[in-house]
């Protein structure tokens, strides 16, 4: 039977993508590991390669066309003895098949249900095998759409936990997104509470839609600007973090002046060797370094849980044209100050080329947000989920000091540190921040 090709999900963020470039066409043979299309995701470009071998038997999507939703039919891929007569007997895949189920009522003809719910799951390689239906305690099994699943176990949801909304009680996209974690199954003999539904709706007021923004603007001279992936992914992700996430500050000063020296010291030794360290370096080993002295600190917040790294994993801000990468420097404790110094300077040239793969700037526990070669003084970021904190670190500045009870001047940095309160209590995060101060403060000790 033909094979469906989906569009796969290269990243557990990426819920539609753009289908850049087809390397095959209608016709040619192609092998498992064959490189067969160019794909665009909320923060690169990246490789799609063939799970099955076979011949294209039809391509679905053309090339350039943007917008496509993870596990859409793209191709079609014939086997042995198979022609394009055979490309109608296909079945029906991915969130094709659970928007068709989602968008019909529940008295549907018996056909279009049997056929969503026979939609075949693809995992992040695009494969047209599907994974093992989930099951409740008992044994029975929960019937979920293949969206569904993905966003419970991203959300650390227990599927037998959630009531589904679509035809025969199945689990759609809408049921795990507006579910909590830890909610306890529905009870079939529960009356609804359709009464509170209107109660719970004025307690959150939606935002304003596009329509009635624009309204305000009429006559007067403005430009629309369409949002790319990458930055439709950055307004949900931080709007989710600014929401759900429930921040505090922590603000402190360093004095540079012996790093500073310091630094100067080592780049003359360096130099033959076409290092030049940065102050960023600097700050990369001191947070790692941080992180293990205080190990309470080095966590995220996992759904329902805490989660505590060992390693420093320690994720950098890096600014290119129209949003951000947070590349990951794992195991930064172990690494020297120049190694640290090149790795960060490969991450950051490709991240502004858009081709680091997702394994490069997913994870970490903790992030570093530099604004101080922009002249920024101080400032707060944003926690990035799942970490347990950023530092937000502003440009070091000559101010005047009171040392022994004398005025001098000194190059100090300001320092802020958004902390995830359901990981971090504020004491645990002073500890962190002066350990940080610490490090900044005799960098002779992190050489050792």
Known sequence: MPVEILMPALSPTMEEGTLAKWLVKEGDSVASGDIIAEIETDKATMEFEAVDE??????????????????????????????????GSAPMGGDAGEEKAEAKSDDAPKGEDK????????????????????????????????????????????????????????????DVENAKPGAAPARKDAPEAKADAPAAAAAAPKPASAEQVLKMYEGRDYEEVQLDGMRRTIAARLGEAKQTIPHFYLRRSAKLDELMTFRATLNKQLEARGVKLSVNDFIIKACALALQEVPDANAIWAGDRIVKLKPSDVAVAVAIEGGLFTPVLKDAQQKTLSALSAEMKDLAGRAKSKKLAPHEYQGGSFAISNLGMFGIENFDAVINPPHGAILAVGA????????????????????????????????LGAQLLEAIVNHLENPMGMLA
């Open 396 to 427: 070091g500045i000559q101010t005047p000091v009171v040392e022994g009870g004398e005025v001098v001047i000194r190059n100090v940095m300001s320092m802020t540190l958004s902390v995830d309160h359901r990981v971090i209590d504020g004491a």
């Open 54 to 87: 076979g011949v294209i038997g039809k391509i679905l999507i053309d090339e350039g066309a943007q917008g496509v939703k993870v596990n859409t039919p793209i191709a079609v891929l014939l086997e042995e003895g198979e022609s394009e007569d055979d490309i």
């Open 115 to 174: 056929q969503a719910e026979s939609g075949k799951d693809a995992g992040e390689a695009g494969s047209a095998k599907a994974s093992p239906a989930p099951q409740s305690a008992d044994g029975e099994r929960i019937f979920a759409s293949p969206l569904a699943r993905r966003i419970a176990a991203e959300k650390g949801l227990d599927l037998s936990a959630i009531k589904g909304s679509g035809p025969k009680g199945r689990i759609v996209k809408a």
